[in-house]
């Protein structure tokens, strides 16, 4: 018979931690993050949330980043178009300045373990649970019939951060429930198995909710037209931001409006120092600046954020061999810690 703990996921993780100092074991959290190679490149939203997220926790944290390319493969795609955007995650990455000496870079399909791992974990859950999720429902919608690989979708997430047996996963809010489903495969793993893995915890950033230029939701790979990417130009943020949407109060320039309900606020607040923010906010409501006013503020603290990482991503760029070093690198430190997951899961499940 399995013993099992009445301790809860997160304090069973804890008392791991208190064993390993008592031990003299120095232990980090870990922290897992993974992102699709699909679009042309990654937009601010993607820098504010996982980008800024990874270069957070770096300081802290056994860091792993993952371009999941096997998730892209869940919808129709172009194999083409997938080789060639594997290598730009990664790029992108490195020139926001994650440092490859602290944090593991890595591409999914490199380690078939996590794949297995997906395989296992899926035959413990029920269908239900799968079908429930918004990910699946929302590209249910938008693609017609689905096929298994969008509905092990979260399944093949929950093994992603499993097979490191992460505690942290930084994460926008719309993939908050694919964090939840993967912490009900954590306890029903050690529940039926026993003791195994930590129930990771999100961590959302400050930044983690980026609103569309056009006012619809989160900025967004699937909506081109709200997007404003890292390898922008100056000219093309200018340009995209004097389209976006405002506070739909301000019909004239002497309409006084409310900031928090303007999607530019919101990404100021991510990119602007906070006295000049306040200065937005008290222009916007008294009337004393118009919205293209604001829009020009925004762009030139935002060009220049990001000049030194397009500095460096065209750096890379024209030296696509130092980024597959650092993901070379990152399948050779990963596959031991994959390997000895699955071998222990394998073990535990009475396979091996």
């Known amino acids: 018979m399995i013993r099992r703990s009445s301790l809860n996921g997160d304090e069973r993780h804890l008392r791991l931690r208190e064993i390993g100092l008592e031990r003299g074991i120095a232990m980090r959290n870990q922290m897992f993050t993974g992102l699709q190679p699909s679009g042309d490149g990654l937009h601010i939203g993607n820098y504010l949330s996982a980008v800024k997220g990874v270069l957070a926790l770096q300081e802290t944290h056994d860091c792993i980043l993952c371009v999941v390319d096997y998730h892209a493969i869940t919808v129709p795609y172009e194999p083409g178009a997938l080789r060639g955007r594997t290598l730009t ?3 992108e990455y490195l020139s926001a300045g994650v440092d490859p000496d602290r944090v593991t870079l890595v591409v999914q399909s490199d380690l078939p373990e996590h794949v297995e791992l997906a395989w296992l974990l899926g035959c413990l859950m029920p269908l239900p649970k799968l079908e429930q ?3 699946y429902k929302d590209k249910k919608a938008r693609y017609g019939s689905p096929r298994f690989g969008l509905l092990a979708y979260p399944i093949l997430m929950a093994s992603d951060i499993m097979i490191y047996k992460a505690d942290t996963v930084p994460v926008g809010k719309d993939q908050l429930p694919h964090i939840e489903f993967t912490r009900e495969v954590v306890r029903k793993f050690n529940q039926t198995f026993g003791e195994t893995f930590p129930e990771p915890q999100a961590r959302l950033n400050e930044g983690a909710y980026v609103p569309s230029l056009t006012g619809n939701g989160a900025m967004s790979k699937s909506d081109g037209k709200g997007n404003i990417d890292l390898a922008d130009d100056p000219e093309t943020i200018r340009g995209k931001l004097a389209r976006a949407v ?8 002497s309409d006084p409006g409310e900031p928090t309900r303007c999607p530019i606020y919101a990404i100021h607040a991510c990119f602007t120092p906070q006295a000049m923010l306040d200065e937005v906010a008290g222009g916007c409501r008294t009337a004393t600046i118009g919205c293209l006013d604001c ?3 925004l762009a030139d603290q935002m060009i220049d954020e990001l000049a030194p990482i397009q500095a460096r991503r ?7 061999e ?3 070093g650092v993901l070379a690198q990152g399948a050779a430190t ?3 810690r994959a390997r000895e997951t699955l071998r222990e899961v394998r073990q535990r499940m009475g396979i091996d």
Do not use: S
């Open 334 to 336: 990963c596959r031991p």
């Open 246 to 253: 405002t506070d739909p109060a301000r019909g004239r320039r």
């Open 314 to 320: 065209a750096e890379l760029i024209a030296h696509p």
């Open 322 to 324: 130092t980024v597959r």
């Open 295 to 297: 829009k020009r503020i």
């Open 133 to 135: 999720l918004p990910t």
């Open 89 to 91: 995650p990664a790029t």
